[in-house]
């Protein structure tokens, strides 16, 4: 999942906000665990399963390798020939789709409440059958690689992001795309798929989540008679890699062809799971983290669209993305495109002095105080959709956190002081633990319509 | 993410539906402004979303984004607030303030908790903004360089190239041939006075509608709409646009486009307007040839069978007038003809023959059993009143969803198909790089 950068802090803190009374957790004899919380509201219901296996976990040369895999769940079983799976759910009123990221791959359904034994039964059947015939493989592959022409290779900020994360990670695997590298997709083979899929698809290390007009008792019930029978299997883990200190700062340029400038700047930043492993990260460090991208990025009244956007017009758009939740620390990353007549530097300059000004000065009360009212109104906007309530748990989970936290993470962090906001930012917003990314754009070639780059009219405006 | 398919599709372009329906309020002002209140008191959140015939296609030649600029614009003053004010006050109150314009509407929209010490100051604060916007000029350059940043951006897609393309040929001069966002051109000869003539002749209550949906009691969501509303000049509604031209000759239109690896094609032709008498047979009948996701016949065909593209559908967007029928997909360059052809023929079999009676059941069953997911938040719930309050839909349209699916039958489906789609007449717009 190259972190897509998000407009407003609201959806990111949203993400963690879901009251979490009315759900129960069990965990079958094969070591399932299943996740059930009741939204009476509508008369529907969510069903995700949440394998612990991302791209995190691929060898080189085999990048890409769990999005593939992902593809290919949907080409059959013994039972269920290809895309046999879709048409069943399309039959019954469902939507369905999958999603493969850095840490994990998930597959989910969104059904009228009655038809959730169709997914159990289904999904009971491709957590242990399925087929992985060569000849679907070879389509399939070459549906992946238009995939990536389309999401990575013709866009140039996409570029840009892969670049960037390739740079800011040099030992752990974060820095390979979730999709693979086009070389390792064009060298893959069924084979490797079906080693991949029996070393990661057991029910013992998957979560089951299902949110909706359901009654837990039953719903347990039903994945007891579906998943029950699958057959027990430990995963082995590889230890995690860590990635060394970064010490030095890092730079890497981009020359592509395109219309418009971008910088991408990130540090390396802890996230929930980093707490408590020896390290010296305290708990609350996460929640401090989510706070200051509110400050400086929580939506038109933050620092940067306000001071970098409508006051300096140094920029059109300057995004902040950090998610706590994660595997292995993560980015905290700083995405902007310059107003016409300004300069990548110019911008990069500002947006340094935004990160020194907030190690330096406290965040006033007034932000303080605007970021947690939006804690608590998103903690309720969140509720809103049952899908999301399902992502929050299933995510939580996959990474190995307590779904649990979620009951008390608006609290944490209307906790957070405006000194506690300076020292992360102190201790990880540092320059030698910077990376920045700058696209260079070329000319796009002949035959293409190039129109001049107007002027902004100076820097003052 | 990475996800398997595109989820995007489907649900936005047809996004009402319904059987038992939420049961929907409905009153006029004085002023004429129409108004849409469901009550849902699960959550302690209200959400309002005012619609005005205030969309790209009342941009005045020449000056193409008006509408969108016009709608951006709002939130950036009134009275003595500034923008930074105005963004202060609601986020302080954990509301969300959005506006945007499409071809047809523009919409303004506020969510916010109920309580009314959060609710009453943001629902000031959003009234001041639809009465009385200032449209400050030095606000109006940032946003015009804003704008044609992202016009620039554009031109690095080859994606949004083809859709513009697309649109400008088969609409010729009709208002929805322009991009809402506007042109290089257009956007600079933008003025302030624009603003304020389209604010003026458009955000009216004769041309107005608002949407009430969450944790309020009748007797408040009146007062609600009074409040928001019921202050703007009754003004006049819009004149109708213009009909939609019929091409007659196919039109073939070629972008290089050197720097992308993929080809971007769009195909497609006017399709129908919103409560066309056609609309179910059309619906229905599109599902089964792409609207489907990774079941329908496009996506077995392009995807499934011959791996050509990642992404393969076809959708009608019913607008005020007709709005466009389409088909898209992308593929690597070299497979741009292969891809072509087997899509050509996807669409021409399913003109010439319409479904299968297996297909119809298939869909209907999608379409009917998934209908309760339409309408699972209160955002979703308002995103359908709006779309039945702005297209004059009736209020049982949502009752009336599934059993006018179920009466579509594979003739109807064959025959709207055969009288409207017409595979030899089509608009094909292929944006991509160099075999």
């Known amino acids: 999942m190259l972190r897509k950068i998000r407009r407003l802090l609201i959806p990111l803190l949203g993400l963690w906000l879901a009251a979490c009374s009315q759900t129960q957790e069990t965990t079958l004899a094969n070591g399932l665990r299943i996740i059930v919380k009741e939204d009476h509201r509508s008369p529907v219901?969510?069903?995700?399963?949440?394998?612990?296996?991302?791209?995190?976990?691929?060898?080189?040369?085999?990048?890409?390798?769990?999005?593939?895999?992902?593809?290919?769940?949907?080409?059959?079983?013994?039972?269920?020939?290809?895309?046999?799976?879709?048409?069943?759910?399309?039959?019954?009123?469902?939507?369905?789709?999958?999603?493969?990221?850095?840490?994990?791959?998930?597959?989910?359904?969104?059904?009228?409440?009655?038809?959730?034994?169709?997914?159990?039964?289904?999904?009971?059947d491709r957590m242990q059958n399925l087929t992985l015939a060569d000849e679907e493989f070879r389509r399939e592959i070459k549906v992946v690689m238009e995939e990536r022409r389309w999401r990575t290779d013709d866009q140039p900020e996409a570029v840009v992001q892969e670049k960037f994360m390739t740079t800011a990670y040099q030992a752990h695997p974060y820095r390979h795309p979730v999709i693979g590298w086009m070389t390792d997709l064009e060298s893959m083979t069924s084979k490797q798929l079906r080693d991949w899929y029996g070393r990661w698809y057991t029910p013992s290390d998957a979560i089951l989540v299902v949110v909706g007009d359901v009654a837990p008792k039953e719903v347990i019930e039903q994945a007891r008679k579906y998943f029950g029978p699958v057959p027990a299997r430990a995963v082995e883990r590889a230890r995690e890699v860590v990635e060394p200190e970064q010490k030095s700062e890092r730079r890497v340029r981009v020359a592509v062809p395109a219309e418009v400038p971008y910088v991408l700047m990130g540090y390396h930043?802890?996230?929930?799971?980093?707490?408590?492993?020896?390290?010296?990260?305290?708990?609350?460090?996460?929640?401090?983290?989510?706070?200051?991208?509110?400050?400086?990025?929580?939506?038109?009244?933050?620092?940067?669209?306000?001071?970098?956007?409508?006051?300096?017009?140094?920029?059109?758009?300057?995004?902040?993305?950090?998610?706590?939740?994660?595997?292995?620390?993560?980015?905290?990353?700083?995405?902007?495109?310059p107003a016409n007549g300004h300069s990548v530097a110019e911008l990069e300059r500002?947006?340094?002095?935004?990160?020194?000004?907030?190690?330096?000065?406290?965040?006033?009360?007034?932000?303080?105080?605007?970021?947690?009212?939006?804690?608590?109104?998103?903690?309720?906007?969140?509720?809103?959709?049952?899908?999301?309530?399902?992502?929050?748990?299933g995510r939580l989970a996959a990474v190995g956190l307590d779904w649990r936290m979620l009951d008390g993470y608006a609290d944490k962090l209307k906790a957070v002081t405006a000194e506690q906001v300076q020292t992360v930012a102190r201790k990880y917003l540092v320059d030698t633990n910077l990376t920045v990314a700058v696209l260079d754009p070329l000319p796009m070639a002949k035959g293409q319509r190039r129109m001049p780059r107007p002027q902004g009219g100076g820097d003052v405006r | 993410m990475f996800a398997r398919t595109l989820v995007f599709l489907g649900l936005l372009f047809i996004s009402v539906a319904a059987s038992a329906g939420p049961k929907i309020h409905h009153w006029t002002l004085e002023n004429g402004a129409r108004i849409y209140f469901v009550e849902a008191h699960e959550l302690p959140m209200?959400?309002?979303?005012?619609?005005?015939?205030?969309?790209?296609?009342?941009?005045?030649?020449?000056?193409?984004?008006?509408?969108?600029?016009?709608?951006?614009?709002?939130?950036?003053?009134?009275?003595?607030?500034?923008?930074?004010?105005?963004?202060?006050?609601?986020?302080?109150?954990?509301?969300?303030?959005?506006?945007?314009?499409?071809?047809d509407m523009a919409t303004v929209d506020l969510r916010s908790l109920s309580d009314a010490a959060l609710l009453d100051p943001a629902l000031d604060l959003f009234a001041k903004i639809l009465a009385a916007p200032s449209f400050p000029a030095a606000s109006l350059e940032r946003q015009r360089e804003q704008v044609l940043v992202a016009l620039q951006k554009d031109m690095q897609s080859p994606g949004a190239v083809a859709d513009k393309t697309f649109y400008r040929e088969l609409y010729g001069d009709h208002p929805y041939a322009h991009d809402p966002l506007g042109d290089m051109t257009s956007v600079k000869a933008i003025t302030r006075e624009d603003l304020l003539a389209h604010y003026r002749s458009y955000y009216v209550g004769a041309n107005a509608w608002l949407v009430i949906v969450g944790d309020a009691s009748k007797r408040q969501a009146r007062k609600i709409a009074e409040r928001t509303?019921?202050?703007?000049?009754?003004?006049?509604?819009?004149?109708?646009?213009?009909?939609?031209?019929?091409?007659?000759?196919?039109?073939?239109?070629?972008?290089?486009?050197?720097?992308?690896?993929?080809?971007?094609?769009?195909?497609?032709?006017?399709?129908?307007?919103?409560?066309?008498?056609?609309?179910?047979?059309?619906?229905?009948?599109?599902?089964?040839?792409?609207g489907g996701g990774l079941v329908s016949r496009l996506s077995t065909e392009v995807r499934e069978k011959q791996g050509l593209s990642y992404s393969v559908y076809s959708y009608f967007l019913p607008l005020r007038k007709a709005g466009p029928m389409?088909?898209?997909?992308?593929?690597?360059?070299?497979?741009?003809?292969?891809?072509?052809?087997?899509?050509?023929?996807?669409?021409?079999?399913?003109?010439?023959?319409?479904?299968?009676?297996?297909?119809?059941?298939?869909?209907?069953?999608?379409?009917?059993?998934?209908?309760?997911?339409?309408?699972?938040?209160?955002?979703?719930?308002?995103?359908?009143?709006?779309?039945?309050?702005?297209?004059?839909?009736?209020?049982?349209?949502?009752?009336?969803?599934?059993?006018?699916?179920?009466?579509?039958?594979?003739?109807?489906?064959?025959?709207?198909?055969?009288?409207?789609?017409?595979?030899?007449?089509?608009?094909?717009?292929?944006?991509?790089?160099?075999?």
């Open chain 1, 45 to 124: 219901v969510v069903s995700q399963i949440w394998y612990r296996v991302g791209s995190q976990d691929e060898p080189e040369r085999s990048t890409g390798i769990s999005h593939v895999l992902e593809h290919m769940m949907f080409k059959g079983t013994a039972q269920h020939g290809p895309n046999e799976f879709s048409r069943i759910i399309a039959e019954n009123g469902g939507r369905e789709n999958a999603f493969t990221s850095y840490d994990y791959t998930a597959y989910f359904q969104q059904l009228e409440k009655s038809r959730l034994p169709v997914s159990f039964e289904l999904e009971a």
């Open chain 2, 46 to 103: 209200l959400q309002i979303r005012a619609v005005f015939d205030a969309g790209s296609s009342r941009d005045p030649a020449g000056k193409a984004g008006l509408a969108r600029l016009t709608s951006s614009m709002l939130d950036e003053g009134t009275g003595n607030l500034g923008a930074d004010d105005i963004a202060g006050q609601f986020e302080g109150l954990g509301a969300e303030f959005g506006a945007g314009a499409d071809r």
């Open chain 2, 326 to 435: 389409i088909v898209g997909l992308q593929t690597k360059n070299t497979q741009r003809d292969q891809a072509l052809n087997v899509v050509r023929k996807v669409i021409s079999d399913f003109v010439a023959k319409g479904p299968t009676e297996k297909e119809l059941n298939a869909a209907k069953k999608h379409i009917t059993g998934g209908f309760p997911l339409r309408l699972d938040s209160n955002a979703k719930i308002a995103e359908n009143l709006a779309v039945i309050a702005f297209y004059d839909l009736p209020l049982t349209y949502l009752d009336d969803f599934i059993p006018r699916v179920e009466a579509v039958t594979v003739e109807q489906i064959r025959k709207a198909f055969w009288q409207r789609v017409h595979p030899n007449q089509m608009v094909t717009v292929v944006v991509g790089g160099s075999r």
């Open chain 1, 269 to 337: 930043v802890p996230v929930h799971t980093s707490v408590g492993h020896g390290g010296n990260v305290a708990e609350w460090e996460p929640y401090a983290l989510s706070v200051l991208t509110g400050i400086l990025d929580g939506g038109q009244a933050a620092r940067f669209e306000r001071e970098l956007v409508r006051e300096k017009k140094l920029a059109v758009a300057v995004d902040i993305d950090y998610s706590a939740v994660a595997r292995s620390p993560g980015m905290l990353m700083i995405d902007a495109t």
């Open chain 2, 229 to 290: 509303m019921g202050q703007l000049p009754a003004g006049r509604a819009a004149l109708p646009i213009p009909l939609v031209r019929t091409l007659y000759a196919p039109l073939q239109k070629q972008v290089a486009f050197p720097a992308a690896t993929q080809t971007h094609i769009l195909l497609g032709q006017t399709g129908m307007r919103r409560g066309d008498p056609d609309y179910f047979p059309l619906y229905v009948g599109n599902y089964i040839l792409g």
């Open chain 1, 350 to 393: 500002a947006i340094r002095a935004q990160i020194e000004r907030i190690k330096q000065e406290p965040a006033t009360a007034e932000e303080l105080k605007r970021v947690k009212a939006q804690v608590v109104a998103s903690n309720v906007f969140s509720r809103d959709s049952v899908f999301y309530q399902a992502m929050q748990i």
